[in-house]
């Protein structure tokens, strides 16, 4: 999911180069315009608030990969889609690539979760379900909501945010 957040952060050494997020020049403004002071403040108000706006997620997402602890997120975005399959075969196939990409010991995007976590999702996505990776899903967003997202309402990505989404309301409402 390429995201357009280039609008509103600003190249800095204290993050990551932006530009893959850039949009093309000319949708540059009509999206910038888009997002309005009171939405960025309000993923201040609940990391759910925060996951449920195209922009923020892509934010939150960005502040992650700057800090080399992006899997947790991704993990979490990968249940989301795999609750939505339908086909029990896409199921299966789908559970163990997440599987072996996130929760098997050494896997490239390993999440941090306990051994009994890990074999109890180990057991039930032997016959996957629509629910199977709930419990593993809802530990990795609890970390996430308890440690990343008050870091990433702390840093200077964030403020930026608030400080570029404040500027731009108010040379609109000049």
């Given at each position: 999911?390429?995201?357009?957040?280039?609008?509103?952060?600003k190249k800095s050494d204290s993050y990551?180069?932006?530009?893959?997020?850039?949009?093309?020049?000319?949708?540059?403004?009509?999206?910038?315009?888009?997002?309005?002071?009171?939405?960025?403040?309000?993923?201040?108000?609940?990391?759910?608030?925060?996951?449920?706006?195209?922009?923020?997620?892509?934010?939150?997402?960005?502040?992650?990969?700057?800090?080399?602890?992006?899997?947790?997120?991704?993990?979490?975005?990968?249940?989301?889609?795999?609750?939505?399959?339908?086909?029990?075969?896409?199921?299966?196939?789908?559970?163990?690539?997440?599987?072996?990409?996130?929760?098997?010991?050494?896997?490239?995007r390993e999440v941090n979760i306990d051994?009994?976590?890990?074999?109890?999702?180990?057991?039930?996505?032997?016959?996957?379900?629509?629910?199977?990776?709930?419990?593993?899903?809802?530990?990795?967003?609890?970390?996430?909501?308890?440690?990343?997202?008050?870091?990433?309402?702390?840093?200077?990505?964030?403020?930026?945010?608030?400080?570029?989404?404040?500027?731009?309301?108010?040379?609109?409402?000049?």
């Amino acid at each position: 999911m390429k995201t357009r957040l280039g609008c509103l952060s600003k190249k800095s050494d204290s993050y990551t180069d932006f530009s893959e997020f850039l949009p093309p020049a000319h949708e540059t403004t009509a999206r910038c315009l888009k997002l309005s002071t009171d939405e960025v403040v309000r993923w201040s108000e609940s990391f759910d608030h925060l996951l449920a706006h195209k922009y923020g997620l892509a934010a939150f997402r960005t502040f992650l990969k700057s800090e080399f602890s992006d899997e947790n997120i991704e993990f979490w975005m990968a249940c989301e889609e795999y609750k939505k399959i339908k086909s029990s075969t896409k199921l299966v196939s789908k559970a163990n690539k997440i599987f072996k990409e996130f929760i098997e010991v050494q896997s490239p995007r390993e999440v941090n979760i306990d051994y009994r976590t890990r074999e109890k999702t180990k057991q039930i996505l032997s016959d996957p379900s629509p629910a199977s990776l709930n419990e593993v899903q809802g530990k990795i967003y609890c970390l996430m909501e308890k440690d990343s997202y008050p870091r990433f309402l702390r840093s200077k990505m964030y403020q930026d945010i608030v400080n570029r989404a404040h500027a731009q309301g108010q040379r609109r409402s000049v």
